[in-house]
């Protein structure tokens, strides 16, 4: 089956522009998780959405959004972006609780 | 606070012998963790994992340990070979209720295995 999907891989924006980044979860899989991931600092979460409802957040600023819709895609968006806002991010999906996560293949935003 | 530590950064080990990672971990709720394997430019991928109810979990070459009074874990990979040079990743869950779980990871430890 598919597995999780995220677009675009790539993204070059220019400081105080927005972005929106989409995820596709594994069929089935209602649990949608967003990391950030620079270096030197591993996988940080930034928030997981079940149900289309945000059940977790990561201390990230509020210019970190997201959501999750029926179809259990989700997008997140990130306003009046910064220098350091460039990173990997990466979305996961689960099944259930205590069920390892199936990451996509990331999306590399580059802020200048 | 990071809850979940991988204090090295890299390791590097000759072909055929064994590498070891460790993570280290704080929250005693954590119940369940998890080893991923990243290569650059793509997501982590699942390796294998542990409930808190086992202290060893094997799956071919790999062998993850877990030492619940010590809150520790480590990942061994025997043989070692030169294409699991990657970063791996550990990660915790938490004893959750609902439907949803949320993953700690650790930074990493990036692992070169030389021919």
């Known amino acids: 089956k598919a597995g999780v999907t995220q677009t675009p891989r790539y993204l070059i924006k220019t400081r105080g522009q927005q972005v929106t980044l989409s995820c596709s979860p594994i069929s089935g899989h209602r649990s949608v998780s967003w990391y950030q991931q620079t270096p030197g600092q591993g996988l940080q979460f930034l928030f997981e959405y079940f149900s289309e409802t945000q059940r977790n957040k990561g201390n990230f600023p509020g210019r970190f959004s997201g959501r999750q819709f029926s179809n259990s895609r989700s997008e997140m968006n990130v306003s009046t972006l910064e220098l350091g806002d460039s990173a990997l991010y990466l979305c996961?999906?689960?099944?259930?609780?205590?069920?390892?996560?199936?990451f996509g293949q990331g999306t590399r935003l580059t802020v200048v | 606070d990071q809850q979940v530590k991988q204090n090295s950064p890299s390791l590097s080990v000759q072909e055929g012998r064994i590498s070891i990672l460790n993570c280290d971990y704080t929250n005693s709720m954590f119940d369940y963790f998890l080893w991923y394997k990243k290569y650059p430019a793509e997501g982590p991928t699942f390796l294998i994992s542990i409930s808190s109810i086992k202290d060893k979990n094997e799956d071919g070459r790999f062998t993850v340990f877990l030492n619940k009074s010590a809150k520790h874990l480590s990942l061994h990979i025997v043989p070692s070979q030169p294409g699991d040079s990657a970063v791996y990743f550990c990660?915790?869950?938490?004893?959750?209720?609902?439907?949803?779980?949320?993953?700690?990871f650790g930074t990493g430890t990036k692992l070169q295995v030389i021919p």
């Open positions: 996961a999906s689960s099944l259930a609780i205590n069920t390892e996560a199936f």
């Open positions: 990660a915790a869950i938490p004893t959750v209720s609902g439907g949803y779980q949320k993953v700690t």
